[in-house]
């Protein structure tokens, strides 16, 4: 398997379109790295690159230790495994698992020996005689998976390869793939703009934004340390709520003033913005959902981050509820548990979690603490 390496690439098209700017990624060896970001942002790009089927128009690409900006496709020592699985309808699944290695003129019995392999990795062995057609989605995102393993390359890539599949069966599928990626102990390079999937899959994910790189970060530091206003609005489901605030400081301590609701800020928190001389200015405070609670005890625990608000709506999920209400015309989401008594139109009281607020500085976009 292999590292890779990803030194100020630049993807301009033809039509003059900048869509990839200064990519910089050192992908170690067995990494499983996902690609995520709103649509258009250079995902697919990036990793057609990589791939060798998009020329790279500046910058520096290796796997392992050997430049490949000019290598061939089909030299580079990857499998790709896209979307729609293009798997070749009139051959049976073994056909189509073996059709690569048959091109590349491996022996016979080589060629069962591996298509055998990986049929029994994906559980493919009693569907090998089958034509595409007389398998389901998943059996056919399988086969399509056991395409890219018999050719034991270097590095997968994958391109939204759940993204024809239902819910659940998407859900089956990412442990599969999960389980595969510790099973083959490969590299892999996975896009999706499903936040899900990238926080489930990735050892590491990589933010994109309008063809820029925002951050690249483990799962949870994404999640608990965001490091702009982008990032903490993309991951996340739902999305962390957004407040204007202004900046109060009095002595050591700093609250964020939001309509006339007085946030009181935590130590380590209040100082960087003490620091970063931000009394009097507007900022943003960012707060997940998970984060604003209306239980006593918390409104005991915490009564000087408390917002009031009259309930929008009230949304049982069954393992959780959401309440959903403005504050200063923001809205705001808290998910709270579902022994809550809280209904719509009640006004009810919220502590925000002072160790888990956010706070962003509102011209730049980036996080203060
Ligand atoms: P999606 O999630 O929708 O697949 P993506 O992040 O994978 O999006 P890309 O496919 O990498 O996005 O495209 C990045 C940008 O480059 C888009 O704005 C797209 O319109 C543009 N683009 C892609 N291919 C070309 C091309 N051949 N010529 C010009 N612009 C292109």
Known sequence: MASLSLQHINKTYPNGFEAVKDFNLEIEDKEFIIFVGPSGCGKSTTLRMIAGLEEITSGTLKIGDRVVNDVEPKDRDIAMVFQNYALYPHMTVYD???????????????????????????????????????LSGGQRQRVAMGRAIVRDPKVFLMDEPLSNLDAKLRVQMRIEISKLHQRLGATIIYVTHDQTEAMTLGTRIVVMKDGVVQQVDSPQNLYNNPCNLFVAGFIGSPQMNFLDATVKVSGNDVALQVGNHSIKLAPAKAKKLIDGGYNGKTVILGIRPEDVHDSDEWLKKSPETVIESTIRVYELLGAEVFLYFDVEGANVTARVDPRTTARTGDTVKFALDAEKIHVFDKETELVIT
Not at 101 to 111: A, G, W, Y
Not at 116 to 134: F, S
């Open 96 to 134: 189509n698992m073996a059709f690569g290695l048959k091109l590349r003129k491996v022996p016979k019995d080589q060629i069962d020996k591996m298509v055998k392999e990986a049929a029994k990795i994906l559980d493919l062995e009693k569907l090998l005689d089958r034509k595409p057609k007389a």
